[in-house]
């Protein structure tokens, strides 16, 4: 059993940025498909950026260009960060692991397909 658990959430100003890391229980390795998503409140789950076992990473539109998906393997931590900030990146952040099934070659999936999560950090921007 995997256990992730995220951190470096916290209240950011608009324009700011920050780096939220994801740590896994020991003696994981990391392999196949990773990603974080995130949920704002009332709305539903979504990934926001992942990294495949070849460090292929992929973006969704909200943050393209101003984030960056990274993995240590040696470390077994992920993270992601973001820049320039903006009042509707405001969410609850989760980090995942393992794919249950293919996705078209890509690790940008829906959040019903990954097996493993953290409990979320939160991610607050205001003016």
């Known amino acids: 059993q995997v256990q992730l658990v995220e951190s470096g959430g916290g209240a950011v100003q608009v324009g700011g940025s920050l780096t939220l890391s994801c740590a896994a229980s020991?003696?994981?390795?990391?392999?196949?498909?990773l990603a974080w998503f995130r949920q704002p409140p009332g709305q539903d789950r979504e990934a926001v950026a992942s990294i495949d076992s070849n460090g292929v990473t992929a973006y969704a539109n909200s943050i393209q260009g101003r984030g960056t998906i990274s993995k240590d393997n040696a470390g077994n931590t992920l993270a992601l960060q973001i820049f320039s900030l903006k009042p509707e990146d405001t969410a609850m952040y989760y980090c995942?692991?393992?794919?249950?099934?293919?996705?078209?070659?890509?690790?940008?999936?829906?959040?019903?397909?990954?097996?493993?999560w953290g409990q979320g950090t939160q991610v607050t921007v205001s003016p």
């Open positions: 020991r003696d994981t390795y990391w392999s196949g498909c």
């Open positions: 995942a692991a393992e794919l249950t099934q293919y996705f078209g070659g890509s690790c940008l999936a829906p959040p019903s397909l990954y097996r493993y």
